[in-house]
């Protein structure tokens, strides 16, 4: 099918991909192929997006939010429950999930939220998921949150823990270092996430998301839990609040020049790297509303990065392909290898360009990467389809019987 410089087994190797429905079925320098300039990578795997729709489909929907992922690179999002409504109930994952099967323009799972009026019964829920739709993980759960029922104390957790068989995505920042009712992310405290962090790993082993600072980073790193960082935790500081103020409000905050370059400089370490594409309105933000919106723009920015030696490829792919789906059990996914889905990302590295909203397709209508140089990919390719020239909806939800 495809034949260039491959990303093959940790390395780039001049060879030829075969593709049998779907699949890969051989990778090797004898095999034939169309050539292709550039690179082939493995598309991505977006782990953390909040994709909105339901009552805030004006920020986001499941068509808009997949259709910026696939023009990234990303063959497989996960999306995130705390939505209006909230995904807790069996009856709302499956209304969601039917939105996904019609919209999706890449492959769609979804995680289920714990909360306090469905922790003492959300095993007998998650089975009922779990008959028909393959179950990413809980979460995220939030240790604190404005939301009361999203808000789930370390006893509760703990509780949890002992009767559920599922990976659980914690939100870690400690209530008691954050001050209540404050609108302002940019003041929760960094204690608040090392002290999430500490108390969350006396309890078991997590997925900790957006780890944001060195303190929490290191320990989870001496643990059994994984944690992702994001790309605006590894490209912007504090010293951005006095260029864009409430714009780049983001909920864990933005931390000091040292740390962004501590976590920049350890990007290697990290388990994970996802977007927490989060987006708002512009008048949203102006009202204070944390988050970003970055699913398209993450992969086409560190592959840039890489080209530049800021990251390797080797860690690159890793994070952003390979590790998401042995972590979150995507067996079909994350490396260019035999027997796995053809998801491929061609990567032409001299077409570098400046990153310009009116050209992105999230809904949200802007980006706080403006200007930031980037290589987006050519041509992404969804179980040897290529979906960009297609133009179709080639996204899947992932069932518990017939995994895609």
């Keep these: ?45 977006d782990v953390h997006v909040h994709l909105r729709d339901f009552e805030e489909k004006h920020k986001e929907t499941i068509e808009t939010g997949t259709e910026a992922a696939l023009h990234g690179g990303i063959c497989l999002v996960v999306d995130q429950p705390n939505t209006k409504p909230v995904v807790d109930s069996e009856d709302i994952y499956f209304r969601r999930m039917e939105v996904a099967k019609k919209k999706a323009f890449v492959d769609y799972t979804l995680n289920f939220a714990l909360t306090n009026s469905n922790c003492d019964e959300i095993d007998i829920i998650v089975e009922k998921i779990r008959r028909k739709y393959y179950l990413p993980a809980i979460g995220e759960v939030f240790i604190q949150h404005n939301n009361k029922d999203l808000q789930i104390g370390y006893e509760t957790l703990r509780k949890v823990v002992s009767k559920l068989q599922s990976l659980i995505t914690l939100h870690a920042e400690d209530p008691e270092f954050v001050k ?123 592959v840039f990065l890489a080209t530049r030696g800021v990251v390797s490829f080797r860690d690159l792919v890793e994070k952003i392909a390979a590790n998401p789906a042995k972590i979150f059990g995507f067996r079909d996914y994350g490396e260019i ?51 960009l020239e297609c133009g179709e909806r080639l996204g899947r939800v992932i069932e518990t019987d017939n995994p895609v």
């Design 1 to 45: 099918m495809l034949r260039g410089r491959i990303f093959y087994r940790g390395e780039f190797v001049e060879a030829g991909i075969e593709v049998e429905e779907g699949r890969i079925r051989r990778v090797g320098k004898l095999v034939d192929g169309r050539e292709v300039k550039g690179v082939i990578l493995p598309a991505g795997i």
């Design 337 to 387: 290898e035999v027997g796995k889905f053809a998801n491929l990302a061609v990567f032409e590295l001299k077409n570098v360009e400046e990153i310009n909203a009116d050209k992105l397709h999230s809904k949200c209508g802007w980006t706080p990467y403006e200007s930031f140089k980037a290589i987006f990919p050519k041509e992404v390719y969804l179980r040897g389809t290529e979906a």
């Design 180 to 302: 209540p009712g404050f609108p302002n992310f940019r003041f929760r405290s960094r204690e608040a996430e090392i002290r999430a962090v500490e108390k969350a790993l006396k309890i078991s082993s997590f997925h900790f998301c957006h780890i944001s600072t060195k303190d929490a980073a290191e320990m989870i790193m001496e643990s059994d839990s994984t944690f992702e960082v994001t790309p605006h935790h590894l490209l912007f500081s504090t010293e951005e609040y006095a260029r864009l103020g409430d714009a780049v409000n983001v909920n864990p905050p933005l931390r000091s020049r040292d740390e962004v370059e501590w976590l920049l400089r350890n990007f290697h370490r990290a388990d994970v790297l996802a977007s927490d594409h989060a987006p708002h309105t512009p008048e949203d933000k102006k009202a204070g509303a944390p988050g970003f919106p970055g699913v398209e723009t993450m992969y086409p920015i560190f």
